[in-house]
């Protein structure tokens, strides 16, 4: 018998404390699977936004730097600039990258630095009980919003990967999606690129990944598996929307 | 040994695996482990029908499934 | 012959940091520290260092936390308003045990303030500023000499300490012209096997201030609790300059201390005998030396251009039966020699007549 699947080298063997349902652990193995691919894990370092996604450093077998809300680009640009030889990503959820930190990751993006970033849309706050995110969708209730989110009263949701790819410094800029083998699939080769973009010194890699979050939805697994493909597919369209040569 | 290995004692069934198999090989049982949850379990007696695919260890969102495929002699 | 050269303060201070050593800036413009970023934008690149203008404070002070985690020595600047953008990235590095400097060229305000000199942030600096549990080692330069001389000390405390050092500085210190003595820090380097350079050989590493675990936090809280008082113990810093049988102590920091020794002199001249206290570190303060001179003096005035905040300071530190007066000058405005003559004079009348 040969072993046809098994898990990444990197990712540590624990048990995994997120919700059932949850993508992270499918996000942090798409990472982790990366990272042998390349053989990277020696001069790999993560940098951890705040949210479920801080508990990085539990999961991966890699150097990880935590950093206060929104501000991990700015961290990830600290860290690349002092070792320009290590492999940084940031690791960040929707509060984390596209509320508090937009400032961060478009200048971040803008000045080119050379660096990945890896964003866990989820449409709510997930550590915080479930608020209203900058990604939330119309009609979704949330604590923050419970007639459900009203775009004339609470503005509307960001695409932030369309956006991100405008900017000149953005070398790869990918939204993928982990609910169907099919989608899972594409957002593995999608993650693969991006560190390979960062490898070979192309400028800011970014894979915006459209996750589930079972509690926070008020919904079960499988459910939350189809909302993603009914409702949050359609509005937020899976690709690749930049990728330099 | 078997084709698809599930770490049961870690299992938080959530059924992605069970909506993953083509074949329907992986069913959510009615034994509660110590994270108290009903974990998933793959159908050992309908094992030939297991193409080891993968996919259900793809979708497990904890990775804890392993799947090892039968060589076939050249 | 050694080098003396004829620097501004803020220019003075930007070489100390390139003496020490340091070869990351990240910094965003504000008057009137802009001199630093400006110097450094050449300076920095010319020496193999890496300066970035970043988009806010806020981004700067997290640059600093990352290539401080990478195990580097590295710098920003700023004034008020920018500083207080700062606090939560300073807290973190605090909690998180990473060294930087971080200069303040305090302008005043509160809110947008002004542009001229104040002592307006002492409390800021040396009362935490951000959340938590921890404090900044606080220095206090006054003149040009000590811009580039407590600038490479600075980056020493930090690496020492694990915590970020903070350079107390004004908008007359940052513009004034002043001769400098440009010498070479003996030794540059501290090891940081704790630094983030990615897991070859050893084991993987955090940088984190997360404590979630019953009971982590506590003990974290007491370890950092532990580093201060040795910090105190160690490195307090101060300029004590007293006559026998002084009558009264003059205390003051900063830029304020050069004006307060100009009345000092003044006083001596006059036949008053003076005791001038200059704390250097703010944080720790120097509470051993103030009970001291305030024990044997009986009488102190501080003198401080904000309206009294390391006053407070200075009473915790008094000796009991000690008088602590304060004169207050804030907003910009500066207190003339003469007027800390009068003030002395005015308390020592008050004491005469009172017996």
Redesign the interface.
Known sequence: MKQVFKRPETLIKTTNHFCPGCHHGTAHRLIAEAIDLFQISDSTVGVAGVGCGVFLYDYLALDVCEAPHGRAPAVATGLKRVHPENIVFTYQGDGDLAAIGMSEIIHTANRGENITVIFINNCVYGMTGGQMAPTTLSGQKTTTSPQGRDYAYDGYPIRMTEMLAALDGVAFAARVAVNKPATLNKAGQAVNKAFEMQINKMGLSFVEILSACPTNWGMTPSESLRRIEAEMIPFYPLGIFKEKK | ?Q?VIIDEA?C?????CV??CPKSLIELGDSINQ?G?QPAFFLKEREDECT?C??C???????L???????KNK | MEDRVMLKGSVALAEGALAAGCRYYFGYPITPQNDIPEYLSMHMRDRGGVFIQAESEIASINMLLGAAAAGARTMTSSSGPGISLMQEGLSYMAGSELPCVVVNITRSGPGLGGISATQGDYNQATCGGGHGDYSLIVLAPSSVQEMYDLAIKAFELADKYRNPAMILGDAILGQMKEPVLLVEPKSLSYEKPWALTGAKGRKPQRVKSLYLQDGDMEVHNLKLAAKYRRLAEEDTMVEVDMDDGAEIAVVAFGSCARIVISAVDAAREEGMRVAYVRPITLFPFPSAAIRDVSSRVGKVLTVEMNTGQMVRDVRLAAAPGSEVHLLAKPGGALPTPQLILEEMKKLLRQGAESK
């Open positions: 040994m084709k870690r938080k069934a959530c059924g992605y909506s993953a994270l949850y080891s993968a996919l260890a793809q979708m497990c969102p904890d990775v499934i392993e799947v090892f495929k039968e060589e």
